[in-house]
């Protein structure tokens, strides 16, 4: 998992548009509406450049990126200025195609990638169900990477906003598997808190051959190795472990 999140991490800090500095700044991929203001020639539908301009009748290339539609509008006046096509040029930018201000989903996600991130859809259930939902096998406990720094939100926190560049990654949900004399053998999802007792009664009981006394658990532990135990009906479980239930020797 911390190898899994370190990829992520280094992923979004070179996605395009991390760093972008405000959330209504433009960026790459956006389209804008610039109307020259009784200069019907100059007015143009234009997308902004993986280089950050667009094209301005007369002037050619002006850089907008990173500047809000204002500043953009500003901009273009004084390019209009310098180059003398203009006296007093009046300028207005409007953002008509939001394409910069993006999020990804990664991991157990249906349709996972690059998703726009719009006042509609700015919320992360939001996202999540734009991707199509979480895909089978898929924890709640979703993955956020903001600013290099990963933090664990639940995929229903409509509460929680997200902000262009956040990665949201959804990794496999912790599970237990149950063999031996049980009545349904698995993986089933670990709940917190979770007993040997509980675990057995997920995967239907005891079969009449088995036995309450005769319970093994095996678990990684910290070291990397596995060790098998002799567990109890009160013993929480943990992600991962597995639990086989023996035959009754009577």
């Known amino acids: 998992m911390i190898r899994i999140l370190t990829v992520l991490v280094t992923l979004a800090l070179a996605a395009p548009g991390f760093a972008q500095a405000a959330a209504d700044n433009l ?15 100059l007015t143009t539908d234009a997308r902004i450049s993986d280089a950050g301009t667009i094209s301005v009748p007369l002037v050619g290339n002006v850089k907008v990126a990173g500047q809000s539609t204002r500043e953009a509008a500003e901009t273009i006046v004084k390019a209009l200025k310098e180059g003398q096509f203009l006296k007093s ?4 930018v409007a953002l008509t195609t939001v394409r910069s201000r993006q999020v990804s989903i990664l991991g157990l996600i249906v349709h996972p990638g690059r998703y726009p991130l719009e006042e509609s859809h700015a919320r992360l259930p939001d996202i999540i169900a734009a991707a199509g939902g979480i895909a089978g096998g898929g924890t ?16 229903l926190a409509k509460d929680f906003e997200l902000k262009a560049g956040d990665t949201i990654y959804v990794d496999r949900a912790p599970v237990f598997y149950i063999y031996g004399e049980v009545a349904h053998s698995g993986a089933y999802p670990v709940k917190a808190g979770m007993t040997i007792m509980q675990a057995i009664s997920v995967g239907g009981g005891i079969t009449p051959r088995g036995s309450e006394n005769r319970i093994k658990l095996r678990r990684v532990e910290g070291d990397g190795k596995t060790r098998e135990y002799d567990a109890k009906l009160v013993d929480v479980i943990k992600p991962d472990d597995v639990i086989f239930v023996k035959e009754s020797l009577f």
């Open 140 to 155: 709640e406990d979703v993955t956020v990477i903001r600013d290099g720094r990963p933090q664990t939100v639940n995929a």
């Open 89 to 92: 040029p009046q300028v207005a």
């Open 27 to 41: 960026g790459a991929g956006d389209t804008v509406h610039v109307t020259v203001f009784q200069q019907p020639d």
